[in-house]
Structure formats: structure tokens, C-alpha cells
């Protein structure tokens, strides 16, 4: 049990630490695709060492809901990735594992994001409050009964306890499961603001979401809101990647097991990688009012799985 | 003693009505004082009489006056658990207004009948919830409704107020005659008017269903089930706040008590769960036609009522969830929608009040209903802007704070929907659970937007510059009603160890765990757990550490990015109209919308536009759908009866002739 909740601890500070070197990786991934020279792996985290170091500037009325933000935001999202299974399954004790309360802890940072958005008065902060919320609104119901199906394929909300299960039952073909598994990948675009629900490099602030909501930030705020955005999208990859793919995590603590889980999280991180970096190549971002046709389908399809699951069983 | 202590603080609360009408201009402030004492004193003792008959293991309290003058009846009253619940809900809420009112009707006209009705009606609640006979419930209850239609006809200096409460007046009257003929056929089944002999009576299917829908109707009408719901953003916006905070956040609660009262008490449902299955979609259907409207509102108040049928929606789901276990016999879970239903109606009696005292102050500082003309009061009011977020934040369901919880809870009775045998209701249940998880979004939404537009952002108006922070009663009661949203987030097994009783008196299974007081685990703790003190300890060591390592030790304060234009101003901002309009888009077949542009040409050169005017109104589907027919009908009815009534006197003869020929013929 100790030694779980110590193994719980170090897999967090990964996922924290790790995140932008991920993405750091897809975007080397993207550039060589498309032909260009691409930007050292270690990349973002040059940047997030420049932001930290950068002169912070707030608006003229500013309150402190838009200063508080960043660290709550940033917070919020620690202690998410404290229950997200990426070599173990984390411990109860230190990672609130139940699905219901991740949706809801994701729910409360986009809160505090479209306050700080709205606070400074600008236009743009409020085009991608309203924006972000209406994504939300769209992927959120999809989000649930996917977590949902897996809920009642495993009888319980606790995300260790559904991660037990699926490695004592390889599920991954079931085509209730094939069905979740395609609209979580949806879901994981539109909540992670990835093409083509939003794009993360645009610099046109007009077909913005998520960053025309952090144009006003700057400096250390700006850095903790980016990693917290790096992390949020390395968490939704590993629940895909563990939840959905062959290979499920192997429930044991020893040495041995750890470094194959390990191995094999890698190698599908990889691969998850490479598949985003295709789909970002070949898509383009979609017109805003096209997204809900895309969300609608995510969410049709998560019924679909719960509906096949209700009558297998 | 809790039934004294009960009967007591009804007799304080109505005792303090009557003393303002004795004001005169000599002891007015004695007076005034005397009666905001005797209405705190008297919501302290129900509040004290409700946790007395929460604790109470022993048999319920009960006592019965004999009316001299009456001798069919007799005043019969009785405190139980469930009873005793409720009676803690009122207590704690109208304690919080009674610290409010004082302050606040300082700038309102004719303020003592608004205090006598404000007393009576309090005391009519109360009077609902201890009446343990049909005829002092029905009594009382038009004691309470009768109160609230002075109360929102209180401004009867305006047409529209006068219009909605004539609204209200016409929908409360029509729950009660629905209640009463439920009542009425209990009656005749039971032989007597008592609740004792109402409880758990066995009657043939059919007769149940149809008690059941009359009393659902009846009960939904006052409660706001869609789609009886139009009488309640029409009443609260134009009532006092905190008469609305009252209206909305206690009297709603009455009419669940009395649908929980008639459903799980008096009836025995049996093995019917299509009853079950029709509160879960009348609920489901409200909750989200409560908060789709909702979000289209501009005016504060209003939002905040479409919001309480959202909320109410939500408690019936649970209350819906939890006839269907029982009706095919899964104790546990039913125990489980139950305890979820009722913890809700807690929630949302804290927060929803806390939300109208809230505006109540903005209302009271700016004289400003409308979202569009408000902003940035933030900085003018702090401490009123931080109360109403931790109110955002509960109605949200966001955690640690209350309203996570009980929808946590109704999501945990739903998601065990697949140990029901019947297929259709494996896969319609988690389907009223994704239904909830897009409320609980929505609302968010909702109040991003409400929150943005009146505390963030610039100031769109003049009055918002000269608000100042709302006086110290009235923050008071706002920490209070603050501090009970944080305490039942993060106290839950605590609280739901407590109502177990009343799911003890009324499904006869009381849940056998809850977890200890850090863990809340109702069903086990493979299946669950949940720890809301957890969460927020954690996340606000998380945070503080986070603060003290790289928060910036100076800031530079400059003008925000205006893409080097320059020139924002207030009316640059978003509005809250331009904020909801891509949900308006997506979900538009939900509302009657009716948008118009209209052009004006400049008046020298024609072919330029000198300004463009838009309009845009989304109505409620429900009056074209529901209320036109209806009052068509009723027209119809009337106009074809008024054929028969001429005026003449040899006509009426003629109709008393034919009727006793009639009666005779029937007779013999």
C-alpha cells in the first residue's frame, strides 16, 4: 500500500514533467511531415523557462479572480493527473479517482478560464469564453457516457478500479468498447482544443477558442495556463491509450512489471502521437458551427456503446 | 418538545407579521426592531425544531388540539423526520432573509404589509409542513399561496407586476384544487381526513395511478415541473429578493415535501414504475428546458428563476430514480435517489437563495435588472461578488462545493441501472443521466455568463459606478448561506447520515453506510468514493504552494491588447445576448425565437445606413403550446355556456323545470 501511494506520487510528478516534452514531440512529428525543419523535442520547456523568466503584465482593471486563475487552473489539473494511470493504477489515497469528480474538476478549471476571460472586458476574452463553454456544452454529455459505459462495465466509477478491471478482461475489441473508444478520441480533440475543433498555432485571433480566452495573459501566468494545457492533453492521451488500445496495464507492482507497462504506455504514446500529428496534417479546422455535428456524432456514438453494452449483458 | 418548539416559532413568526401593522410614527423603530427580532427568534426555533426531529430516534412527535368551534376537527399536527427536515430547510433560509429584509426595505414603499405577508407566508410553510390532517395541509396551503400573491403583487403600481401575480394566483389555485381532489379520493378510500390513516394505503393500481398523476400535477404546478412552470419567471422577477429568495428557494421545496409526502407515504406504488419512469421524464424534461431558457435571459432575476426548474427537475429525476428501484424492489438504490432528491432540495435552497440575496444587494445598489447594462461591479462591491460566485459555483455543480454532491449521488442511482431486468429502462436511465451531465454543463455556462456580465468586465452603465458593498446585515446573511453551500459540499456523510431516517420511515431501508467523515462510499467503496473535504484541503495546499513558488513578486499594469487600434470601450465588450448566442444556435428549436434587423438610412444620402437596429426575443414554447390552447378552450367553454344565460328570468325557470323533471325521471 505504501509503496503504492509512493509509486502514485512519482507517476504524477511524470505526467507533469513529461507533458511538454510531449508535446514538444508532436510538434517535431508535425514539422517533419509537413516537410520542415522542426524545433528541438526540449523546445517547450525553453519556452515555459522564458515565460517564467518574462516581466508579468496585467490589464489596467484586472480583479483578482484573473490573477488567481492561473494557479487554480494549474492546480486543478496536478491533482487530476494524480489519478490518471499511466504505469499503475494510483492509489485512492492519493489520486480522487472517481470519473464523475474528473469531469467535475475539469468543469471547475474551464470555469475559472472563462471568468478570467471575461474579466479584462475585451472582446476577444468573451468570443472565447462563449466559445470554450459552448464546445464544453457539446463535449461534456459525450465525455460522461463514455465514462458511464466503462462505469457499468467495471460496476464502479473509481478510474483504479475500472483500470483493474480492463486488465483482467482485455475489452478492447468489444464492439461496445470500439464504439466509446472512437467518440473518447473526438471527445480528447474537442476538450484538448486540438484541429480541427480549434487550432493550437493559430495567430489569428478571430477563429480562436483557447487562446483568444489567454490572450491577456503573460509571463508566469501565461506559463503555468500553458503547461496546465500541455498536461491536460498528455491526461487525455493516456486514458485513451490505456483505457481503449490492446495491451491493457498489467496490476502488479512489481520491478519488472512496471518497466513492460512503461514500455508499452511509451510505445502507445508514440503511436497516438504519430496518429494526431496525421490527422492534424490531412484535416482542416472546422467552422465553429460545424463542430457540433462532430460532437453530436461523438456523443451518438458513446449511446451506441452504452446501448450495445445494456443489451450484451 | 420539538413539536412545542415547532408550534412555537410558527405562533413568533406570525406574532411578528401582526406587529408592523400597529406601526405608527411614534414607535416605528421600536417596532421595526421588534419584528426583525421576532422573526429571527421565530426561524431560529423551526431551525432548532427541524435538528430535534432530525436527531429524534424515538416515535414522531405528534398532538392534536380539538377546535371547539369546529366539531368535525381537530388541529391536528405532527413532526416526523421528513417534516423535521424541511422544517430545518425553511428555518435556515428565512433566518438568513430575516437578517436581509431589515436593510433592504429600507428604500421599499407600504414595507409593513410587506412584512405581515412575508410572516404569514413563512408561517404558512411551516403550517404545511406540520399539518398531519387534509384539511389544515389544504388550509395552510392556501395560507402560503394566498401570502406569496401579496407579496408579488407587492409593486402593484405596474401593469406586468399586477399581470404576473394574477399569473401566479391562477396557477396556485389550480395546484391546490388538483391537490385537494387527491386528497379527496385518499379520503374517501381511507375514511377520514387524517395522515395516519392515509399512510401506506393499498388501493387497485389504477386508483393509485390516478391519485399519483393528480397529485403530480398538482404539486408540480407550485413546485415548476415544465410544463406548469410559466407562472415562476413571470412571479419571482417582480417580487422583492428576498421574497423571491424565499419563493424560490423554500416554497418550491414545500411542494416536493408534499409530492414526497403523498408518493412515498401515502401510496404504495407496488410494482407500477411507470410512475416512477414518468417523474423521471418530466423531471429529466425540466431540467433541461429550465436551463436551455435559462441562458437566454437577460434579465438577473429571471435566470435565476428558470433556474429553479432546472433544479427542481434535477430533485424529481432523483425522486423519480428512486420510485422506479423501489417499484421493483431494489431498496438500497431507492434509498439512494431519495437521499440524492432530498439532499438537493438542501442545496438548492442555499444556494438559490443565496444567489437572489445576492442580486438583491446589486439590485439594491444599482436599480438594474438587466445583465447588458451591468459589469465590472467587481471592484465596487468585492465582498457581494464573492459570495455570489461561491452561489455560481454550487449551482454548477462544480466540486467541492453542494450541488457536486447531489447530483454525484443521482448520477451513482442512475449508473446502477443495469441491475433492473427491464431493458427499456437500462438504457433510458443513463440517458437521464447524460441529460443531467448537460444541464450541470449548461448551467455552468449559464453562469459564466451571468457572473462575467454583472461582476467582470467594464462597467456598461452609469449606476454601476456609484454601487458601493452592501450593508453589513445583508453580507452577513450571504456568509451564512455561503458558509452552509461549502459545509454540505464538504461534510456530505455526515448530512446524509442524518436523513437516512427519513428514508427509513418512508422506503423502510436505511442505508447501512455512508463511509466515515473524510470518504463518502453510500453504495461500497469498490464501487465509489468520494471525499469532498479531500478535495479542497488538497487542492488549496496544491494551490497555495503553487502561489508562494511563482507568483510574479511585481506586475506591470498596462492597457489590454486592442490589436493596436485603440479605442475599447465598455460597448466594445461582449454581451451576454452575444455570449449565449452559439448555444442559441445549436439548441434553437428549443425556443419560439423572433429576430429582426431593421435598417435606417441616414436622411441626406439615403443609401447610407445611419444605424441598424436589432431585435431579438426568444420565447417560451410553452405558453404557444400549453397555455394558448388551454385559454382558447376556456374561452370556447365560456362563450358556449353564455348562450344559456340570457338574463331573463322565465329562461332560469325553464332550466329549474327541466331539471327537476329530470331529477324525478332519475328518481323513480
Given amino acids: 500500500m505504501m509503496s503504492r501511494i509512493v509509486y502514485s506520487f512519482l507517476q504524477t510528478s511524470l505526467i507533469i514533467a513529461c507533458a511538454p516534452l510531449f508535446v514538444g514531440f508532436i510538434k517535431m512529428l508535425k514539422c517533419w511531415l509537413q516537410n520542415r525543419s522542426a524545433p528541438s523535442v526540449f523546445q517547450r520547456y525553453r519556452d515555459l523557462r522564458k515565460l517564467f523568466h518574462k516581466q508579468t503584465i496585467i490589464a489596467h482593471h484586472a480583479s483578482w479572480i484573473f490573477r488567481f486563475a492561473p494557479y487554480l487552473i494549474f492546480s486543478i489539473t496536478v491533482l487530476i493527473a494524480s489519478a490518471i494511470p499511466l504505469i499503475i493504477s494510483p492509489s485512492k489515497t492519493i489520486g480522487f479517482t472517481d470519473v464523475i469528480l474528473i469531469a467535475g474538476l475539469f468543469g471547475l478549471s474551464r470555469f475559472f478560464l472563462a471568468l478570467a476571460a471575461l474579466d479584462i472586458g475585451t472582446s476577444f476574452g468573451g468570443m472565447g469564453a462563449s466559445r470554450e463553454m459552448t464546445v464544453a456544452t457539446l463535449a461534456e454529455p459525450a465525455l460522461m457516457i463514455a465514462f458511464f459505459s466503462l462505469a457499468m462495465m467495471a460496476s464502479s466509477t473509481r478510474l483504479d478500479v475500472i483500470t483493474t478491471y480492463l486488465s483482467a478482461h482485455s475489452l478492447w475489441f468489444n464492439p461496445s468498447m470500439l464504439f466509446v473508444a472512437i467518440a473518447f478520441a473526438m471527445i480528447a480533440v474537442a476538450e484538448t482544443g486540438r484541429i480541427p475543433v480549434d487550432n493550437p498555432a493559430t495567430h489569428l485571433e478571430l477563429t480562436m477558442i483557447h487562446e483568444a480566452m489567454i490572450l491577456e495573459y503573460s509571463g508566469r501566468h501565461l506559463a503555468l495556463i500553458e503547461w496546465a494545457a500541455q498536461i491536460k492533453l498528455l491526461i487525455y492521451i493516456t486514458l485513451f491509450a490505456n483505457l481503449f488500445l490492446p495491451f491493457p496495464l498489467i496490476n502488479q507492482l512489481s520491478l519488472s512489471a512496471m518497466g513492460l507497462n512503461g514500455g508499452i504506455v511509451i510505445m502507445k504514446l508514440l503511436l497516438l502521437a504519430f496518429v494526431l500529428v496525421l490527422a492534424e496534417t490531412h484535416l482542416a479546422k472546422l467552422r465553429l458551427f460545424r463542430v457540433p455535428l462532430l460532437l453530436n456524432m461523438a456523443f451518438l456514438l458513446c449511446l451506441l456503446g452504452l446501448l450495445m453494452h445494456v443489451i450484451t449483458n | ?668
Avoid at chain 2, 198 to 208: D, I, R, Y
Avoid at chain 2, 271 to 295: D, R
Avoid at chain 2, 360 to 387: C, N, W
Fill in chain 2, 1 to 668: 418538545m420539538a413539536l412545542r418548539l415547532a408550534t412555537l416559532s410558527i405562533a413568533i413568526i406570525f406574532l411578528s407579521g401582526l406587529l408592523p401593522l400597529c406601526f405608527s410614527y411614534a414607535y416605528q423603530k421600536l417596532f421595526s426592531r421588534l419584528n426583525a427580532g421576532l422573526l429571527i427568534l421565530g426561524s431560529l426555533c423551526a431551525l432548532a425544531a427541524g435538528c430535534l426531529a432530525l436527531l429524534n430516534t424515538a416515535p414522531d412527535y405528534s398532538l392534536t388540539i380539538p377546535l371547539s368551534f369546529l366539531p368535525m376537527l381537530s388541529l391536528q399536527l405532527k413532526l416526523d423526520a421528513l417534516s423535521g427536515y424541511f422544517f430545518f430547510i425553511v428555518g435556515l433560509v428565512s433566518f438568513a432573509v430575516a437578517i436581509y429584509l431589515p436593510a433592504y426595505i429600507q428604500s421599499i414603499p407600504h414595507k409593513k404589509y410587506l412584512l405581515f405577508f412575508t410572516a404569514v407566508f413563512i408561517s404558512g410553510m411551516l403550517l404545511v409542513l406540520l399539518a398531519n390532517n387534509a384539511f389544515i395541509f389544504l388550509f395552510a396551503w392556501e395560507l402560503m399561496s394566498l401570502s406569496s400573491y401579496f407579496l408579488v403583487a407587492h409593486e402593484h403600481e405596474h401593469e406586468t407586476n399586477r399581470q404576473a401575480a394574477f399569473i401566479y394566483l391562477l396557477m396556485a389555485q389550480m395546484s391546490g384544487i388538483f391537490i385537494l381532489i387527491s386528497f379527496g379520493l385518499l379520503a374517501k378510500w381511507s375514511g377520514s381526513l387524517n395522515f395516519n390513516s392515509f399512510a401506506h394505503l393499498h388501493l387497485s393500481s389504477a386508483w393509485t395511478s390516478v391519485i399519483f398523476l393528480l397529485g403530480l400535477w398538482g404539486f408540480g404546478t407550485k413546485a415548476g415541473l415544465v410544463p406548469l412552470h410559466a407562472w415562476l419567471p413571470k412571479a419571482h422577477p417582480v417580487a422583492p429578493s428576498p421574497i423571491s429568495a424565499l419563493m424560490s428557494g423554500v416554497m418550491l421545496k414545500i411542494a416536493v415535501y408534499g409530492f414526497i409526502r403523498l408518493s412515498f407515504y401515502f401510496l404504495t406504488i407496488g410494482n407500477l414504475w411507470t410512475l416512477g419512469g414518468v417523474v423521471l421524464f418530466i423531471g429529466t424534461i425540466s431540467a433541461l428546458i429550465g436551463v436551455l431558457y435559462a441562458i437566454m435571459q437577460h434579465d438577473v432575476k429571471c435566470l435565476l428563476a428558470y433556474h429553479s426548474v432546472e433544479n427542481i427537475g434535477i430533485i424529481f429525476i432523483g425522486l423519480g430514480l428512486s420510485l422506479i428501484f423501489q417499484a421493483t424492489n431494489h431498496s438500497l438504490l431507492a434509498t439512494l435517489g431519495l437521499l440524492a432528491a432530498l439532499y438537493h432540495c438542501l442545496n438548492h435552497a442555499l444556494f438559490k437563495s443565496l444567489l437572489f440575496l445576492g442580486a438583491g444587494s446589486v439590485i439594491q445598489q444599482t436599480h438594474e435588472h438587466d445583465l447588458e447594462q451591468m459589469g465590472g461591479l467587481i471592484h465596487k462591491m468585492p465582498r457581494t461578488a464573492f459570495y455570489f460566485l461561491i452561489g455560481c459555483l454550487s449551482i454548477s455543480a462544480l466540486p467541492p462545493f453542494n450541488g457536486f454532491v447531489s447530483e454525484w449521488l443521482t448520477f451513482q442511482t442512475a449508473l446502477q441501472s443495469s441491475l433492473l431486468a427491464n431493458g427499456l429502462l437500462r438504457i433510458l436511465i443513463p440517458l437521464a443521466a447524460a441529460i443531467l451531465a448537460l444541464t450541470g454543463i449548461l448551467a455552468a455556462t449559464c453562469f459564466v455568463k451571468t457572473y462575467g456580465m454583472i461582476f467582470l468586465g467594464k462597467a456598461r452603465s452609469v449606476p454601476m459606478h456609484t454601487a458601493h458593498e452592501a450593508p453589513l446585515t445583508m453580507r452577513f446573511s450571504m456568509v451564512l448561506l455561503a458558509s452552509c453551500c461549502l459545509f454540505f459540499g464538504l461534510f456530505p456523510s455526515f448530512t446524509l447520515a442524518h436523513l437516512n431516517a427519513i428514508a427509513k420511515q418512508s422506503i423502510g431501508y436505511a442505508l447501512p453506510a455512508f463511509g466515515n467523515w473524510l470518504w463518502l462510499t453510500p453504495i461500497s467503496i469498490q464501487q465509489t468514493a468520494y471525499s469532498g473535504l479531500g478535495i479542497f484541503i488538497v487542492l488549496l495546499f496544491i494551490t497555495s504552494l503553487v502561489y508562494f513558488w511563482w507568483h510574479p513578486r511585481q506586475y506591470k499594469s498596462v492597457s489590454p491588447w486592442d490589436c493596436g487600434f485603440g479605442g475599447l470601450t465598455e460597448r466594445t465588450q461582449y454581451t451576454g445576448t452575444a455570449f449565449a448566442m452559439p448555444i442559441r444556435r445549436i439548441f434553437q428549436a428549443f425556443w419560439k425565437i423572433t429576430e429582426a434587423k431593421e435598417r435606417r438610412p441616414s436622411l441626406r444620402q439615403p443609401h447610407q445606413t445611419q444605424s441598424v437596429h436589432y431585435t431579438l426575443h426568444t420565447d417560451d414554447w410553452a405558453w404557444e403550446w400549453f397555455y394558448k390552447p388551454w385559454r382558447s378552450g376556456m374561452k370556447i367553454a365560456s362563450q358556449s355556456i353564455a348562450k344559456w344565460q340570457s338574463g331573463h328570468l322565465r329562461l332560469y325557470l325553464t332550466y329549474m323545470f327541466i331539471t327537476l323533471i329530470i331529477l324525478l325521471w332519475l328518481v323513480s
